[in-house]
């Protein structure tokens, strides 16, 4: 029994003094972590300083009731600011009375909550009025009021471009420019310290932040009030056609600067929305190539509206190729301007076969 007892006794020591600092550190992990805090996102500007996208701040308001500051001479602070703290908040979020908020703060009060959710996603407005108000304006140590603050990604002008502009989610792909420039809007994620309390809560260790980096604004070329009247102009001919879905594009043409992206599509409830970026998806130019080549031979003076064009029935053959109109008419020599009516393509190939082959 001696022996056994002094095996015992050399095994604690050598625990304590030899793996002593292993434990310990091993005891802390499972009390500690290190949670990740997002950068603020940057902001998306039109060419003219309006914010396309921007993130607001939010916060999650935490009482820790077993604080020391609100402990000490048996809660002597926290019952005289009880009352003017409740009806405070009853007039902050209207959402109950005073005596409920009395209520419910003393029973979390008596259990000693370390970690007792207040509210959640409150605006940085009510989060300042909260500051004010009694107990909480005396700071965390005294009061025991935790804020984690995270941000909302809106969209002041909601749906003017809003494909264009994209989404940032944050359980999901990203799209439009918050997809392509994510990783400058994003900034750097900063960390910090979590302690786990009793009752299977988490709570910032203070002090312990590692602050994140901001990320970059973004300046646009688009121009809010061209955007607004070519998503007001492309709603009214989608309505007059009853149209599946259309885009329309406005470009400076002295810098190529695009002022204006709209992307209309039906939606299941048979309204317009932006439901898809359609002014980039991949497709043939189609009967738009035709106002291009009708510009440049008119540009360059090579016929005018009335000059002439055998359209030959709407088949011809060039360079072992056959160019064909998508509908039969068997016209053969019609002007220029008629041959755009028709939306011929091959009375547009051939006076651009003619003059710039």
Known sequence: MLAFGFIVLGKAIYIQQVQGKYWRSMSDSLHVRY???????????????????????EFDVYIDFAADGLREKNG?????????????????????KADIYKK?????YNNEDR???????????QYQELCSFPLVRLGRNKSGFIASMHTKRLNPYQLLANRTIGLARENAQNVGLEQTYDSLLKGSTGKRLMRYMAGGAWSPVEGS???????????TTIDVNIQDIAENALMRMMQDNQAEHGTCIVMEVKTGKIKAIANLGRTPNGNYGENYNYAITASEPGSTFKLATLLSVLEDKHVNLNSMVNLEGGVWQVAGRTVYDSEKHGRTDVTVQQAFELSSNVGKAKLAWMYYS
């Open 115 to 125: 970690y007792y959710l207040l509210k959640r996603k409150i605006s940085f407005p």
């Open 35 to 57: 949670e990740a805090l997002n950068a603020e996102r940057g902001t998306i500007y039109s060419e003219d300083g309006n914010m396309l996208s921007t993130s607001i701040p």
């Open 76 to 96: 002597k602070r926290f019952k005289e600011n009880i009352d003017s703290l409740s009806i405070n908040l009853a007039n902050l979020f209207k959402d109950q």
């Open 209 to 219: 932040e590692i602050e994140p980096e901001d990320g970059k604004d973004i300046l």
């Open 104 to 108: 419910e703060l003393q029973n979390a």
